[in-house]
Structures are given as structure tokens and as C-alpha cells.
């Protein structure tokens, strides 16, 4: 008698705990190492993605290093002037680009929309970079997190 009146002052209580399984929103793969997540939509078919999506993919991978520029170019003067300690040295664009590191990728359910993210080597206190795409064109930076 006491357990079932233990359960149920526990379900009364603290209500019952249900385990409920999520669904993934995301599909991944990988293109050299670099993770890629696409969100169901329109680059999905069936829960797998479409040749569009790897395609689209294979196009963000091939501009990595143009997507480090156009980063270094929003915020390398942030860094230097405002994050960098004063006992660290003011980093060049080269340098600044080598410090964004293990990249990723989500795709949107849009065409042509992605973010890009990258690790910062500490640069502004581990914040994540996020290079925003739209159209297929870079839009702009943000560290985030």
C-alpha cells in the first residue's frame, strides 16, 4: 500500500515523467571532414538529402577560405582593438583567418541559405563565428554564443 500510494502522491506531485523521443530537424553528412546538417525542407527528400543540397554543400565547402575573409574583414579590427589583450599582439588578416577552425555547416530549409560556423581559437573568449549566406552570397559575420 505504501509504494502505490508513494507513486501516486509522486504522480500527483511532480507529475509523471514521460520520455518522449525527439525527431531530428536535421540531416547530416560530411564533405572533408567539415560536418554538414540540412534542415528538412528543400533540400530534403524522404529524410535523406537531395543531390541540391549536396551540390549547394560542395559550393559552401569550395569557399571556405573566401568565407574567412569576409569574416576577417567584419571583425579582425573588433578583435585587435576591443578582445585582444593587452599582452597579446595585434594578429594580421592571414592570422586571424588561420585561428577560425573546425568549420560546419547547417543549410536552411530556403534555397540558397546557410550559415557557416567556425571555432575561434579563443579569440573572443570562445565564441562561435557565424558567417551568414543568402542567395548563395555571403551576407555577414557574427560571433555568437
Request: glycine letters at 4%; proline letters at 2%.
Amino acid at each position: 500500500m505504501k509504494t502505490i500510494l508513494t507513486k501516486l502522491l509522486k504522480v500527483i506531485f511532480f507529475g509523471k515523467i514521460n520520455k518522449v523521443k525527439k525527431e531530428p530537424i536535421t540531416t547530416d553528412f560530411h564533405i572533408s571532414e567539415i560536418k554538414i546538417s540540412v534542415y528538412f525542407g528543400e533540400y530534403t527528400f524522404e529524410i535523406k538529402p537531395t543531390k541540391e543540397a549536396f551540390d549547394f554543400a560542395k559550393e559552401l565547402v569550395g569557399q571556405i577560405n573566401n568565407f574567412k575573409q569576409k569574416a576577417s574583414e567584419e571583425l579582425l579590427d573588433i578583435y585587435n582593438n576591443n578582445w585582444r589583450e593587452e599582452d597579446e599582439k595585434v594578429l594580421t588578416k592571414k592570422e586571424f583567418e588561420e585561428n577560425l577552425i573546425e568549420p560546419s555547416i547547417l543549410i536552411f530549409e530556403e534555397k540558397g541559405v546557410a550559415d557557416l560556423y567556425f571555432s575561434d581559437s579563443g579569440m573572443f573568449c570562445h565564441h562561435t563565428i557565424q558567417v551568414s549566406i543568402e542567395n548563395g552570397k555571403y551576407v555577414n559575420t557574427n560571433y555568437i554564443g
